[in-house]
């Protein structure tokens, strides 16, 4: 059997733990968005005589928002109150954007001396990434639309199953390097072959005791998580 090459224990060790397979989120994709003229109003407190922008959502609420249509939280120091909406006066926007599902803006373009579409960011900077810039076509009745793609999105797969063979694994794991240590050898020793039938054997055992349902209550105990109907 070929040993381990001489590594520090704790790399040795880590190489035999699960690890959670990634479960896809959202798969890669590519979205088209309809370019719009950013729609917004501006309202006068008539009190304080600040001007403040606000846009419309689809759900016909107001939001209070800057140039860009970003919005203005209630917590910011230039958050306004609601306006009526009587009061609002159509502000002058050349901006261009794609709007995402409720409304906000994903996307901008301001237009250029010579008439050609710059895509900028939400601080009115210009994008210059190419791997950013999305890519326009205009359909036969003039309407700009912007293709935009999006990367697949994964994340650890942390089902209750996984998490108790994975903390059977580490205890299993703390055992075996306690019983090398015992021995005054060290890990890099073994094969990992080797290492893999003393943890596995080390499993085994803490199973023997008590059934897989006590490994599971001692696991997700000693993780702080509940385990009522989950047995």
């Known amino acids: 059997m070929k ?16 690890k959670p397979p990634k479960k896809i989120i959202s798969p890669a994709s590519t979205k088209e968005y309809k370019l719009e003229k950013l729609d917004l109003f501006c309202a006068t407190n008539k009190e304080t005589g600040v ?16 140039e860009f249509g970003q919005p203005i939280y209630a917590a910011s120091d230039a958050a306004e109150p609601t306006p009526n909406e009587s009061s609002l006066k159509k502000y002058n926007s050349n901006l261009l954007v794609a709007l995402g599902k409720y409304g906000w803006v994903r996307f901008l373009w301001k237009m250029n001396k010579n008439n050609t579409l710059v ?15 999305l890519k326009l076509r205009k359909d036969k009745k003039g309407n700009l639309f912007a293709s935009a793609s999006f990367e697949e999105i994964a994340e650890d797969d942390h089902s209750i199953e996984l998490t108790v063979k994975s903390w059977l694994r580490d205890k299993a794991i703390g055992a075996v390097s306690l019983e090398i240590s015992s021995m005054k050898k060290k890990a890099y020793e ?5 290492l893999m039938r003393m943890i596995e054997a080390e499993e085994n055992k803490v199973i023997k005791k ?3 349902k006590a490994v599971r209550v001692a696991a997700l105990s000693a993780l702080g998580l509940p385990f009522l109907g989950l047995l």
């Open 119 to 133: 895509q900028i960011d939400y601080f009115g900077r210009k994008i210059i990434q190419k791997n950013e810039i």
């Open 210 to 212: 008590g059934g897989w």
């Open 51 to 66: 001007e403040s922008l606000w846009i419309k959502r689809k759900n016909g609420r107001l939001d209070q928002v800057d």
């Open 190 to 194: 073994y094969s990992k072959e080797e």
């Open 3 to 18: 040993k381990n090459k001489k590594r520090n224990e704790l790399a040795i060790f880590e190489e035999l733990r699960l």
